[in-house]
């Protein structure tokens, strides 16, 4: 079964610093990976996701993520946030099985707070 | 944009009673899937739904649980014996298709159990 870690529970940046949540996943096969955000009162918003291809992916909002197979990592990263980016962030690894619409696999969660 | 919405947005229940969590996925979905969070824990998946019949389901989704499409646009949850560790975030997601296609999640309605 595939499992995700995100080893960092509470993040703190300043406004305007880069940033880097860690995700590593456990799948046997080729993993498909997703990046959601969470903010207070919200649902899941999907910032990114990676099948196949270029292991450079892009999503809303400024952020990226790279796969990289050899690390079993799919680590998000923002070059400058902004205050409106303090959220919980969530890495999933998504499978299919048998031909069912198999759920997501989520990790803990990272709680990114912006200091001014 | 269309987007997942999930009735009630906080539901109060005494334990053992009955409740029902609605959601309305997006029209042009075919995917219909149930997750849950409890306080602190990661978001757990319980079940997915297609052509009118469940396509997946987790160790979590036991026999007090069931789901159902009453209609063409409704997806609901059904809890029959509510549980004090039922208490929790439970999100509706829906998506055209499966693994590639995003789900797309509905702002969750929390339980409580008394």
């Known amino acids: 079964a595939q499992s995700v870690t995100q080893p960092d529970i509470h993040i703190t940046v300043s406004e305007g610093a880069s940033l880097e949540l860690r995700c590593n996943y456990s799948?046997?096969?080729?993993?498909?990976l997703f990046w959601y955000v969470q903010s207070p009162g919200q649902g899941l918003q999907l910032l990114l996701k990676y099948f196949s291809g270029d292991t450079l992916v892009q999503g809303i909002k400024g952020f990226e993520a790279e796969f990289k197979r050899s690390q079993s990592s799919f680590n998000l990263r923002k070059p400058s946030v902004h205050w409106s980016d303090a959220a919980e962030y969530f890495c999933?690894?998504?499978?299919?099985?048998?031909?069912?619409?198999?759920?997501?696999?989520f990790g803990k969660g990272t709680h990114l707070i912006i200091q001014p | 944009e269309p987007e997942v919405t999930q009735t009630p947005s906080h539901q109060v229940t005494q334990m053992g009673q009955e409740v029902i969590l609605r959601c309305v996925p997006i029209?042009?979905?075919?995917?219909f899937y149930w997750y849950r969070q409890i306080l602190g824990q990661k978001v757990e998946f319980l079940v997915s739904f297609y052509n009118n019949e469940i396509s997946e389901k987790s160790e979590i989704f036991d026999d007090q649980f069931s789901v159902e499409r009453p209609d063409g646009s409704n997806f609901t949850l059904k809890i029959r014996s509510t549980k004090l560790e039922d208490s929790a975030m439970y999100f509706c997601a829906s998506s055209w298709g499966v693994v590639t296609d995003t789900q797309y999640f509905g702002p969750g309605t929390r339980l409580t159990v008394l």
């Open positions: 999933a690894v998504g499978a299919q099985s048998g031909g069912g619409a198999d759920g997501l696999t």
């Open positions: 799948y046997g096969a080729t993993p498909y």
């Open positions: 029209s042009n979905h075919l995917y």
